[in-house]
């Protein structure tokens, strides 16, 4: 689908932020016949930071519609050889205690991949014109209401005008914070400590080809293969976030971690978790932050929408983050080419930029309300039953001791835990077309009632 030349001026729509959200919105935004997209991005350099990414059914096939089929190779992201969601493992023996299996997915490209989020973002970087895309550019003021229109300011001084902003700066959003200044992230105290390393580190060690989700009642364990021959081992630990030790009273994401804490986090489990950790080569810390749900993710009266991480704050429950953020960036074309068909000529008013942001909202808000409604109440691999925050890093022999204790109980609650666990399906094989299909009928359905509720002569 290239973009057709349209009459007229173009619609200037500015991205702030080019995450995952954000290339994404510009590779769909971009398809739009008469638009010109800008993406302005913080940082000055796209670096290779952070850990592995997941993509569930939802993201691939979303990804797979807008043509980013480079994202979806094997070798890029891996996925797993038994073909399940994920799989969970006892901590002590390795049994396989559940594994999610994936509900309607028929093509192999569809299921569940892993990346490393750098791999990820490059197989999306590729889709878009480097020279759309601002470096250096930190969003700090918006205005909305002034002689020029809509304009973001960048910290630098400088600026740019806009038709449409799209927020697509992640969970510290500066234009969320701009519109919604209120609203707080809490630390949530789960401080993950994630690696990717080369998998030929691995040489020697035996460990099951999938990728699982090692879980005991006090803490989890994940270790994973991720496209181009890397592999990850994600553990962690929970303190109280109000009074934390004093090593993580300032724990900022991506601090260096220590790998002896880490290892001895892990002392007593499978001997296959301790030798992933013994040959895992660093660990960085990565503080869970997660805030309220948003009443709305349209603001400046219907001339900006917040997708991403940026629209909800849900702490990165389920591993769902990633795909969210590409569902709601694809939300935004269906929506627009909906109240801006192609052959609409001329650029869509203020008042179709508002209904399509409205319908944008009311196809991906109470979706996502959902999510983190469900997340609030159990987050799997992260928060399993009877998990205590850690005071102290001194308490960790009389841990120990209590865990032994404790085993026959604890296997119990785990099992009972599993068992419980809910099902996710949903969220990983929505279909955002769908969800905007029946958007769209409520509304002609509703907007039928009101014109049968017309006097005749008002028709
Ligand atoms: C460098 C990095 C590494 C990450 N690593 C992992 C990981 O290993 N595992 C994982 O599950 N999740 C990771 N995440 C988060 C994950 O990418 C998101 O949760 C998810 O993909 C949703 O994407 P997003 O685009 O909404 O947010 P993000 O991917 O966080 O992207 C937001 C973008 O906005 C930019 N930005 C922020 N503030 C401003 C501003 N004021 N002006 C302009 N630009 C701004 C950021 O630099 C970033 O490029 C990482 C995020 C980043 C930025």
Not at 277 to 288: A, W
Request: charged share 20%.
């Amino acid at each position: 689908m290239d973009a057709l030349e349209s009459p007229g001026a173009p619609l200037r729509i500015a991205i702030s932020g080019a995450g995952i959200a954000g290339l994404t919105a510009a590779i769909s935004l971009r398809k739009l016949p008469g638009v010109v997209v800008d993406l302005y991005e913080q940082a000055a350099a796209f670096r290779e930071i952070g850990a592995s990414i997941g993509l569930g059914p939802n993201g691939l096939r979303t990804l797979e519609t807008l043509g980013v089929h480079n994202a979806l190779r094997e070798g890029v992201c891996i996925r797993q050889k038994g073909r399940h969601h994920q799989v969970y493992r006892h901590w002590r023996t390795g049994h396989v205690l559940a594994c999610d299996a994936h509900r309607a997915v028929t093509e192999s490209q569809h299921a569940t991949a892993r990346f490393h989020r750098a791999h990820l973002h490059a197989a999306l970087l590729v889709h878009v014109p480097l020279d759309t895309i601002h470096l250096g550019k930190k969003t700090a003021r918006i205005d909305v209401s002034g002689e020029d229109g809509l304009v973001l300011h960048f910290a630098d001084g400088t600026s740019a005008h806009a038709d449409l902003l799209i927020g697509a700066d992640g969970i510290h959003s500066a234009t969320r914070k701009w519109f919604v200044p209120h609203h707080k992230l809490h630390w949530t105290g789960w401080v993950a400590m994630r690696s990717t390393f080369d998998a030929s580190l691995l040489d020697g060690v035996d460990f099951p080809d999938d990728a699982a989700h090692w879980v005991a009642p006090h803490r989890s364990f994940f270790h994973g293969r991720l496209g181009h021959g890397q592999f990850t081992t994600v553990g962690g630990f929970t303190v109280d976030p109000a009074d934390p030790p004093e090593t993580y009273r300032n724990v900022r994401w991506d601090d260096p971690g220590s790998l002896q804490r880490l290892r001895d986090l892990y002392r007593g489990w499978h001997p296959t978790v301790q030798a992933l950790l013994e040959k895992t080569p660093y660990t960085r810390l990565y503080p869970n932050m997660a805030g309220e749900p948003l009443d709305t993710w349209v603001y400046g009266g219907g001339c900006v929408a917040l997708i991403g991480d940026a629209a909800h704050t849900h702490g990165g429950a389920f591993a769902a983050g990633g795909s969210l953020a590409i569902d709601d960036a694809f939300c935004l074309l269906l929506a627009l080419q909906h109240v801006w068909p192609a052959t609409a000529g001329a650029k869509p008013c203020p008042t179709q930029i508002q209904h399509a942001l409205r319908l944008f909202e009311a196809t991906r808000l109470p979706h996502v309300a959902k999510v983190m409604t469900l997340a609030r109440h159990q987050i799997i691999g992260k928060l399993a039953p009877g998990q205590k925050s850690e005071g102290s890093e001194g308490s960790k022999g009389s841990e120990d001791a209590r865990r032994d204790g404790r085993a026959a109980d604890d296997d119990e609650k785990l099992m009972a835990f599993i068992r419980s666990r809910p099902d996710t399906a949903w969220i990983n094989e929505h279909s955002v077309e769908a969800a905007f299909r029946e958007v769209v009928e409520a509304e002609a359905a509703a907007s039928r009632v009101d014109r049968d509720r017309l006097p005749h002569s008002q028709l």
